[in-house]
């Protein structure tokens, strides 16, 4: 036969990897066989051996592809050139591995050529066919007819595959934009809680420093310009005397005036926490924490119960860190809560105190974690700092008041932040 290609049309390239490969490789070769008019004797004997060389590259090598064009030598034909590199060494195949039924190919190929490279531990099998009477012309015009049939179904996958892969991109893109926005969010709060506590510490020194000023210099005064106006009553001094001593009152009221201010100062109202109703706190908190945590909650399906005291509950409070430490509370029960599970939200009193409670019918916090919560930074979330709670507390301290906590294993945790009915602070 002549060796000599005229011309050449590349049609498809298949890498073939794996077994799977083997079927996509007989339908294509069958397709372009057809297309090519021939009977369907010869197209299963061309499918058939394309596959078995396929099965033979998947077997023995890792990297194997194979190229399907239209060539003319004399007439029109197909060309296969199967290609293969790696994993074994050519030399180890045995002589059957590779002129396996080279016997029986070269009965279906019009032209066959096997190529071995083992040093580069490459081998190619180039297999022609020839068309007995057909015009190349008319081949080349069926060329896009065939391309279409050939990668109609690959063109699908491909697409499919292409629109999996980019509304995959697109949910990571959202999920991680939605981190962001939360990690800004928090992280702006901690910084906004941090500020305001340390302004609430400023406030409650310079409080108790006012208070004990005015304490410490009260009493003196109050010994000093009683005995003092005594003594100008008295008959027993002269009126120079009492003069003097009329102006050591004088100046004694003088510091009165000033122990007045300190009072002032320190009963004055404060910038940061005012007089509350808890249970208009409360529900305030709680519409402003669903608009936070709405998505987990619908995740779960879990259902909120808001129970509130009838009776007035007026506390002190710093409304921004109040808000921020019940949604601290709530945030931990949502995650706690099963699925389809249950939150109660409760305001009451007590002797001395109001709280709010949030229960949930979680796992419970485990004992070894429920020893350490406070005292340092612990936490079995994957993302969690361990901080929350810690702060929580802060907060209810600088509201005078506590957080605690009852958890039983399998029912449940209920978290109580306690305040004083009344500000205990001195001077208030
Ligand atoms: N309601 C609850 N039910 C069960 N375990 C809880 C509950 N609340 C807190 N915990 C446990 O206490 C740990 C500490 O809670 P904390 O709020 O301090 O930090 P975190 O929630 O882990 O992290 P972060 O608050 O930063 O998201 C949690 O990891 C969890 O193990
Ligand atoms: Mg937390």
Request: proline content about 2%; some cysteine; hydrophobic content about 40%.
């Amino acid at each position: 036969m002549e060796k000599k290609i005229k011309s050449r049309l590349h049609l498809i390239n298949l890498i073939i990897k794996h077994e799977n490969d083997i079927p996509k490789v007989r339908t294509k070769v069958k397709i372009i066989a057809n297309c090519m008019g021939f009977d369907r004797f010869r197209i299963v004997q061309l499918a058939t051996s394309a596959s078995e060389i396929t099965r033979f590259m998947v077997q023995n090598f890792q990297n194997s592809k194979l190229e399907i064009n239209f060539i003319q030598i004399k007439n029109a034909g197909i060309q296969m050139l199967f290609t293969a590199s790696g994993q074994k060494k050519l030399d180890m195949l045995s002589k059957n591995d590779y002129e396996f039924n080279i016997t029986i190919l070269n009965n279906f190929f019009d032209f066959l050529e096997i190529e071995k490279s083992p040093d580069e531990n490459k081998l190619s099998i180039n297999c022609i066919t020839q068309l007995k009477d057909s015009l190349w012309d008319e081949l080349i015009a069926k060329e896009e007819e065939i391309r279409n049939l050939c990668f109609k179904d690959m063109e699908e996958y491909y697409l499919e595959n292409l629109k999996q892969k980019h509304s995959e991109v697109l949910r990571l893109l959202k999920e991680t934009a939605n981190k962001n926005l939360e990690l800004d969010k928090m992280n702006s709060q901690l910084w906004q809680l941090t500020s305001d506590m340390e302004m609430l510490a400023q406030e409650r020194t310079i409080t108790e420093l006012t208070l004990k000023v005015a304490d410490k210099i009260r009493n003196p005064i109050t010994v000093i310009g009683g005995t003092a106006i005594r003594l100008i009553k008295s008959e027993c001094l002269s009126e120079s005397e009492k003069k003097k001593i009329s102006a050591i009152v004088k100046e004694i009221e003088k510091l009165e005036l000033i122990v007045k201010e300190f009072d002032e100062l320190s009963m004055g109202k404060s910038r940061f926490f005012e007089k509350e109703n808890l249970q208009d706190i409360v529900e305030e908190s709680y519409n402003e924490a669903l608009m936070v945590l709405t998505q987990q909650i619908a995740k779960k399906n879990i259902s909120i119960n808001l129970i509130k005291e009838e009776k007035p509950l007026h506390f002190i409070t710093n409304k921004r860190t109040f808000k921020l430490a019940f949604l601290h509370v709530l945030r931990n029960a949502v995650y706690a809560a099963h699925s389809e599970g249950k939150i109660t939200i409760k305001t009451g009193f007590s002797e001395n105190n109001s709280f709010v409670e949030i229960t949930d019918n979680g796992p419970g916090i485990p004992d070894e974690i429920l020893a350490k919560l406070f005292k340092e930074t612990i936490s079995t979330k994957p993302t969690g700092t361990g901080l929350g709670l810690i702060l929580v507390k802060r907060i209810l301290q600088e509201h005078q008041g506590d957080i605690e906590i009852e958890t039983s294993k399998d029912k449940g945790t209920t978290v109580r932040l306690v305040f004083p009915l009344r500000w205990k602070e001195a001077g208030k």
